[in-house]
């Protein structure tokens, strides 16, 4: 991530005499900044970048210094107050480079990073959380001894400690390998040289079970906080006064604790590096592991990022960034599971249901009669509203983006990058079967819960996706019944992917494993065999003969790779098809997404921003490529009308200069900046 200009220039003048005055910008409401009286009693210091208490009207508010001079602005028709004193603030010297580059790469204010800190140490008591962690013992080992391959990444990394250096090391360790034995012990030896570490998980479940089992393997003298949406404010000040001391600690969390200043910096671990949890869901969409990153090489600290299933962009850094590269090949305990796959639209023979072939179904039965138990796997994501034909299995596709065309409720099939758009067709294109067998609308968990409960009515069944986690207290309660055995089988989304060890699990059954490839983004053959390699490391790890049954729609390339032992020959595969299509790691993609109430007024300024862009394109910024308009595949939410511009080109820099080039918030529609979006 590099240095680019961000929406406030900062100004600072010599510090040879005392400074009297500071522009200032407070962090919440008025957005022109003000300007403030330096206190006499303030020691002469360079204030820029410090935040503030100052008066407005009869109220203390904070603010960011954004500029100091010595002689009063010249034209004020108000007198110019003094500000009140120094806002209490950990001394971080790398905090504003890195808040203030972080908001020229996502092209939003500085202050946005400023209010996540401070609406978290201010607002009111959270209500008791959601989520409870399980009160199941852990199965604890006192005395762990590590194997050759994780003692081989300890010694690595411990003298990157404290050496005042940046080094990213990516650990590629198959699941139930053991990574966690290394953090813990990366973690204690940070600890002990009088170091802070961030260790960054990519959902607020995962951070409370990493919270729960360092808490009880790791020694009393490691100070352990948690800092996300679930951590209650009384907690959040804990960390932010041991912040102010300096204090070693560990700080767990998702998207908050890299946006915090840190003054002893010593290490940062991502664990499940390739999730797309990382990047947030609002607007700026900052990506954690990417801040992450920035802050690692800000601070001259090592930074660990472990995956069973690494990203694209990670490996590509490993051969062309000089990044350090171990591998984990063996599983701490268990065995790999055998791997079957099964075509949906096979018809030989009658099956009682459509989705659950009848090699699964005899597998279930069996595994019923062995009292085992089974994960049943749809890697839905988000909204899959493609055309698939159920006789031959043909997806409509975008004739230009090599992506699946989105159904809209219009009957229109549209492109999500470049706007490319047909009607419905009333028979397949592919093999021209009739309406009836395209297949529309997908299946969702529910409906496979209703299958199974015909299929095998004796069976304890449970759900786990995104709405039973929104859900008090039941996500927790579904996960811990799985893991007492008392549910027989657990019909999931991505939620249970990862982070969960089920020593009874010996099959897990994915119930349409193509259905992603049809989602249109660049990196869904990418997301597809991650998330069917992490489901298929549910099984078997405490169990020598385990299987997976991986049902499609259609035969794929990505289906060679599903051993875990291959993931590499995928990356080298996946490559070249990336290089074709100039997309990542051989390109740069931005999505710049226009936001109104009005649908009219935003299709009207997608449409003139498009223009601006393509005009701006001058120079070395000729050969950008500009997608779209187009409508999103949820162009809708909450009254609020959304579309998207796609712009690919060979450096972030120069789609960063374009974007500014076309002046974009002077439309009046909300514009928002996405640098490689991951979905």
Not at 70 to 78: G, I, K, T
Not at 657 to 670: G, I, N, V
């Amino acid at each position: 991530m590099s240095v680019y200009t961000n929406r406030h220039n900062f100004l600072c003048v010599p510090l040879g005499k005392a400074i009297m005055f500071i522009q200032v910008q407070l962090l919440q409401g008025l957005l022109t900044p003000l300007t403030y009286k330096v206190p006499d009693s303030w020691e002469p210091a360079n204030l820029v970048g410090r935040l503030i208490r100052v008066p407005v009207r009869t109220q203390k508010r904070t603010a960011l210094v954004l500029a100091q001079q010595e002689e009063a602005p010249q034209q004020s028709r108000f007198a110019i107050k003094e500000a009140l004193e120094l806002a209490p603030f950990p001394t971080d010297p790398h905090y504003y480079p890195f808040i203030n580059q972080l908001a020229a790469y996502y092209q939003t204010d500085v202050t946005h990073f400023l209010q996540r800190v401070n609406q978290f140490l201010n607002q009111k008591e959270l209500r008791e959380t959601d989520i409870i962690i399980s009160e199941k013992p852990l199965d604890l080992r006192p005395v762990i001894t590590l194997t050759d391959e994780q003692q081989t990444i300890v010694d690595t990394i411990i003298p990157q400690i404290g050496a005042q250096t940046y080094e990213p090391n990516l650990i590629h360790g198959v699941t139930g390998s053991g990574k966690t034995e290394i953090y813990k012990r990366l973690l204690e030896h940070t600890i002990a040289q009088g170091k802070s570490a961030l260790f960054l998980v990519p959902e607020v479940t995962l951070a409370l079970q990493f919270e729960k089992l360092l808490r009880a393997q790791l020694p009393p003298t490691v100070i352990l906080y948690s800092f996300h949406s679930a951590t209650s404010v009384k907690i959040k000040k804990q960390v932010w006064q041991a912040l102010l001391k300096k204090e070693a600690c560990v700080i767990i969390g998702v998207h908050v604790p890299v946006l915090l200043p840190h003054p002893n910096l010593g290490l940062i671990i991502v664990d499940e590096e390739h999730e797309a949890g990382y990047q947030e869901k609002k607007h700026p969409k900052v990506n954690s592991k990417e801040a992450a990153i920035l802050r690692a090489s800000l601070h001259k600290v090592p930074i660990v990022l472990g995956s069973a299933t690494p990203s694209i962009a990670s490996l590509y850094n490993v051969k062309h960034r000089g990044w350090h590269f171990f591998q984990l090949k063996k599983r701490f305990a268990g065995a790999f599971p055998k791997i079957k796959t099964v075509s949906l639209t096979e018809k030989k023979g009658a099956r009682r249901s459509f989705w659950i072939s009848k090699e699964l179904e005899r597998a279930i039965t069996d595994q019923l009669h062995k009292k085992e138990q089974t994960i049943i796997f749809l890697n839905r994501r988000g909204f899959s509203f493609f055309v698939q034909c159920k006789a031959c299995s043909f997806v409509v596709s975008c004739a230009n983006c090599s992506v699946s065309l989105t159904l809209h409720g219009n009957n229109q099939l549209t492109c999500h990058y470049c706007g490319y758009a047909i009607p419905m067709p009333t028979k397949c294109p592919g093999c021209k079967a009739s309406e009836d067998q395209l297949l529309k609308k997908g299946i969702g968990t529910q409906q496979i819960v209703s299958i199974l409960e015909k299929l095998f009515p004796t069976a304890r069944i449970g759900r786990a996706d995104l709405d039973v986690t929104s859900k008090k207290n039941i996500w927790q309660q579904t996960v811990t019944a799985f893991e007492l055995g008392t549910l027989d089988i657990l019909v999931g989304t991505q939620t249970i992917t990862k982070g969960f060890h089920f020593p009874n699990v010996s099959l897990v059954g994915i119930i349409w494993a193509d259905l992603n490839l049809h989602f249109p983004a660049y990196n869904s053959a990418e997301t597809t065999l991650q998330q069917i390699i992490q489901v298929a490391g549910r099984a078997g790890r405490q169990k020598p003969d385990s299987t997976i049954i991986v049902q499609s729609m259609i035969e794929h390339p990505i289906f060679r790779f599903m051993h875990e032992i291959d993931y590499l020959n995928f990356y080298t595969h996946e490559l070249h098809n990336r290089e074709e299509l100039s997309y990542p790691p051989y390109g740069r993609l931005i999505e710049i997404e226009l936001k109104h109430v009005h649908e009219q007024m935003v299709e009207k300024d997608a449409n003139d921003l498009a223009e601006k862009l393509m005009n701006a394109r001058t120079g070395n910024l000729r050969d950008i490529q500009i997608l779209g308009p187009a409508k999103p595949p949820v162009y809708k939410i909450k009254h609020t009308y959304a579309r998207k511009i796609y712009l690919k080109g060979q450096s972030i820099g120069d789609l960063i200069a374009l974007f500014q080039a076309a002046d974009p918030y002077q439309c009046t529609s909300s514009v928002f900046f996405t640098p490689n979006p991951t979905s």
